[in-house]
Each structure stands twice: as C-alpha cells, then as structure tokens.
C-alpha cells in the first residue's frame, strides 16, 4: 500500500519557524518528483514547492526566501522548512509524490500549519 504521511504541523507565532516532514512508503522514491501543496478554507490548492528527484527546485513567489524544500532519498522522506511563517502561510500542507512514464500520483492525508498574528 502507498503511504506518504505528514508531520511537523502546528500552531506557531508570526516570524517563527516549523519544519515539516512527509515519509513515503510502498513506491520506489527516488523514481518520483515530490511537492508541498497547500489549501486554506475557500481557496484552491496551490504547489508550494517542488523538488525532483535530482534535486531541482521549484518555489511559488509568496514563499521564496523564506521556506526550503528537501529530500533524504536514503530515509525516503522529503522535508519543508518553513522560516518566517506570516499569517497568510496558513493552511493544510499536503505531500504530494508525482512520477510519469507510466504516470502515478499519490497525496498524503494533510497537516494543519497555522500561524498567529
């Protein structure tokens, strides 16, 4: 069974830091590129960051400078640091595990990250 599982979520004050984690099970990790996605309440769910699985990145403009995407291919686990968080970072944060030729797409269940003013 696929399983990509979230943690490090939490509620911290505006300028502080969290750092999330999401461990993959049952696919062959190095063979997928890994992303961040987020969704507030009524908004849509937007990519956050991007990594693949030679270890380009990608980041969308509203996090750049402040928020790092890792991944351990030994411990089959990808990372975000999250620095600087601001109010409007808050949402619920999904792994995602993307790879093509054949095409599969997996989603973890989601952690909460909120940030107070």
């Known amino acids: 069974q696929v399983q990509l599982v979230e943690s490090g979520g939490g509620l911290v004050q505006g300028g502080g830091s969290l750092r999330l984690s999401c461990e993959a099970s049952?696919?062959?990790?190095?063979?997928?590129?890994m992303g961040w996605l987020r969704q507030a309440p009524g908004k849509q769910r937007e990519p956050v960051a991007t990594i693949t699985s030679g270890g380009s990145t990608n980041y969308a403009d509203s996090v750049k400078g402040r928020f790092t995407i890792s991944r351990d291919n030994a411990k089959n686990t990808m990372y975000l640091q999250m620095n600087s968080l601001k109010p409007e970072d808050t949402a619920v944060y999904y792994c995602?595990?993307?790879?093509?030729?054949?095409?599969?797409?997996?989603w973890g269940q989601g952690t909460q990250v909120t940030v107070s003013s």
């Open positions: 995602n595990a993307r790879r093509y030729r054949p095409s599969f797409d997996f």
């Open positions: 049952g696919i062959t990790f190095e063979a997928y590129s």
